[in-house]
């Protein structure tokens, strides 16, 4: 059973940075993409990173050249660096991993949430103006 657990949310003030940690247990890296998604309030979630099983990132628009995907494979934990934060990064921030298929190297399918099997609980990030 794959576990992921985030951690490192807080709250910052508009163009701070913080950093979005991702523990996963129970899985092969190899055989699954993982992805953050986030949700703000009244909102849809949406995807913000997906990482494919050859390490290959995309990102979102909105969060291009700001939000920087990362994983340690020997810890087991995936990071999210985000800078130049803005209010509108104000969200609900969760780790996802689904299956690996070609789909995860397709962008317009990384972000569909029905691929992904497991999900963390997720950690908040604010950030005020």
């Known amino acids: 059973q794959v576990q992921l657990a985030e951690s490192g949310g807080d709250s910052v003030q508009a163009g701070g940075s913080l950093r979005l940690s991702c523990a996963a247990s129970g899985y092969n890296y190899r055989n699954y993409c993982m992805g953050w998604f986030r949700q703000a309030p009244g909102k849809e979630r949406e995807g913000v990173v997906v990482i494919n099983d050859d390490g290959i990132p995309t990102y979102a628009d909105s969060v291009k050249g700001r939000f920087t995907f990362s994983q340690d494979n020997a810890k087991n934990t995936l990071y999210l660096q985000m800078n130049s934060l803005k209010p509108e990064d104000t969200a609900m921030y969760y780790c996802?991993?689904?299956?690996?298929?070609?789909?995860?190297?397709?962008?317009?399918?990384?972000?569909?949430?029905?691929?992904?099997?497991?999900w963390g609980q997720g950690t908040q990030v604010t950030v005020s103006s």
């Open positions: 996802a991993a689904g299956l690996s298929g070609s789909w995860c190297s397709v962008r317009s399918r990384v972000f569909q949430e029905f691929r992904y099997q497991y």
